[in-house]
């Protein structure tokens, strides 16, 4: 007898088949290629990044802007901090973006979004507009605003647990069906769960900001587009998406989980992804990292013959290009590590089944390597959770660090990494052990500085100027002087509560708002893992933003700064 069930199992399958059989042959490309030399941060070696040359990054200054990671808190003050750098005039002088983790769910849109920026981003209110009624509106007027609201982690799996099913049935029911299609409708319905991450951050961050933004390959410009096609004729235009105009560069920090045969624990690798280029700056044995690769050919079956900087791939039967939401997932797979515990990838087993999973190879000695299959990528946070580390590898002598966390300067170690060598963390806060780049006495600095910009009744802003940049090997990064760095913190400011209205104050003052502005990563309105509501991306936003436009921090930071960036005052 034919069950519901059978038809359904039934109908499941002829649909992964039919996907299956339009792409069963994998195509055979060639991508451009860049070694890095592993020994730049003795500087002893050079290393010139791709995008060096652009001539749009060339008219920005040497400034970077780093947004930490910190789940849908570290999103919403990310569109205020960038709505308050478009409002102070300064986005046009940024050459970087660097983001992790949560700041990525923000940047990448930013970065790839063809909507104008004011829209995107929102409009600026000072504290004294901040009404009850302003606050509360629903959904947030800035579109990017909108994305973390609607971000409730559930229906947009929709598809992936449809597939995920149907491998459950075809497993269970006894049908007579074809080996052979069985076969690849088993590859069809299982090999995507990997994805399953990805496609949710995907179809709440990419898609409404960047169309075929989650189906598609990304790329930089239509120049860097041209050249993918010269080596690869057979992908077509409509194949990627590109950034918008006049962005600063995106690079996007993420963590390849290792299991390394000598370690009982799984190293974290930092990986880095960006417009042009995606992978491991330093080298990790013969097996791993030493080169980055065009992103549409991170994630490839496997690798062959190597010719002048290019390198002949092949992709996976079946599976979509790396693309925006798997930059975005790889980055932002926080509960990734808190499945491990210090224990073997091994040890997490199935669990691990719907995060990020990607083929890498490297290249040594113009050779292919053997391609090193499903290794889990995590949060970029798990390594370098501020983001500071890809712009201290190109030797940027501006930055402006925002620290979206919900900790205390003092009681974040992601900071504190960044002044002295920590010991190994064990917990699910990563590996920052090796991330030591600038001298101690900076760090109590930092935290005076802090606190004497929010009495003097400005943003929690502080700069230093002149620093020294150590090398480091684990980024491989190469020392440098005459750094110029602003440290912007997320932390309460009585001043800006002070403006409000009255009524808004007792809104920041309520339950609704605990922590506020220190809102939890995760579980902060239980039973959603990750969302804010409307009043509280409202209210967050506008003290970001605020933060980076109130007169004292403005002039902070613009007389802090190289002088030749020319920053509106």
């Known amino acids: 007898m034919v069950t519901r069930t059978s038809r359904l199992a039934a109908l499941l399958l002829l649909l992964a088949t039919a996907v299956v059989w339009l792409d069963a042959a994998a195509p055979l490309l060639v ?3 860049w070694p890095v030399p592993p020994d730049v941060w003795k500087g002893t070696s050079t290393f010139t990044f791709p995008e060096a040359s652009d001539p749009g990054l060339q008219k920005n200054g040497d400034l970077g802007i780093a947004f930490s990671g910190g789940g849908t ?16 005039k300064w986005l046009d002088r940024v050459r970087y973006i660097t983001a992790v983790s949560g700041g990525s769910w923000a940047a990448a849109p930013y970065t790839y979004s063809s909507t104008d920026p004011k829209i995107l981003l929102g409009e600026l209110l000072q504290p004294e507009q901040l009404t009850k009624a302003v606050v509360e509106v629903s959904p947030p007027r800035a579109s990017l605003a909108r994305s973390i609201v609607d971000s409730k982690l559930l229906a947009a799996a929709a598809p992936d647990i449809v597939k995920i099913a149907g491998r459950s049935l075809l497993d269970r029911q006894n049908l007579a069906i074809p080996d052979q299609a069985r076969s690849l409708a088993k590859k069809f319905t299982a090999g995507s769960s990997d994805e399953t991450y990805a496609d949710i951050l995907g ?4 898609t409404p900001h960047v169309p075929g933004g989650i189906d598609k390959a990304y790329t930089w410009h239509e120049a860097v587009r041209n050249r993918i096609k010269e080596l690869a004729p057979s992908l077509s235009v409509g194949d990627f998406v590109m950034a918008a105009d006049d962005r600063p560069f ?19 690798i930092p990986v880095e992804m960006t417009p042009i280029y995606t992978g491991v700056r330093q080298q990790y044995g013969d097996k791993l990292g030493g080169i980055y690769v065009s992103p ?5 079956a496997s690798a062959g013959a190597v010719r002048e900087h290019t390198v002949q791939v092949k992709g996976i039967a079946g599976r979509r290009p790396f693309t925006l939401a798997d930059m975005i997932a790889t980055s932002g797979a926080a509960p990734l590590l808190a499945l491990f515990r210090g224990q073997p990838v091994a040890a997490a087993g199935r669990a691990t089944a719907f995060f990020p999973t990607f083929n890498h190879f490297t290249i040594r000695k113009d050779e292919a390597r053997q ?8 949060d970029g946070g798990f390594t370098d959770n501020l983001g500071v580390m890809p712009l201290l590898a190109r030797r940027v002598h501006n930055i402006i660090v925002f620290v979206n966390a919900a900790d205390p300067l003092k ?5 504190e990494s960044l002044f002295w060598p920590l010991d190994r963390q064990e917990d699910a806060g990563g590996d920052r052990s090796m991330n030591y780049v600038f001298d101690h006495e900076h760090f109590d600095e930092v935290d005076r500085g802090l606190q004497a910009a929010v009495a003097a009744r400005g943003g929690a802003v502080y700069c230093g100027r002149n620093w020294k940049v150590r090398a480091n090997e684990l980024y491989n990064i190469a020392a440098y002087d005459g750094l110029n760095i602003c440290w912007v913190n997320n932390q309460p400011n009585p001043t800006w509560v002070g403006k409000l209205p009255a009524e808004t104050q007792a809104m920041v003052g309520s339950k609704s708002f605990k922590n506020f502005p220190l809102f ?3 579980g902060q309105n239980i039973p959603y893992a990750v969302r804010l509501t409307p009043p509280q991306v409202n209210l967050l936003s506008q003290l970001a933003a605020w933060t980076v436009t109130n007169e004292v921090s403005r002039r902070t930071m613009a007389g802090s700064l190289d002088p030749a960036l020319n920053l509106p005052r």
């Open 31 to 33: 991508t451009e290629y």
């Open 73 to 88: 808190r570290s999103a919403t003050l990310t569109v205020g901090q960038l709505r308050g750098l478009l409002s102070n």
């Open 203 to 206: 179809r709440i961050f990419i």
């Open 250 to 268: 995106l690079i996007v920090g993420g963590s390849i989980i290792y299991d390394h045969p000598t370690y009982d624990f799984p190293r974290l």
């Open 296 to 300: 549409f050919a991170y994630d490839v």
């Open 371 to 378: 391609t090193v299959e499903h290794l889990l990528h995590g």
């Open 411 to 415: 009681d974040n170690p992601a900071v």
């Open 520 to 522: 939890a990563t995760f």
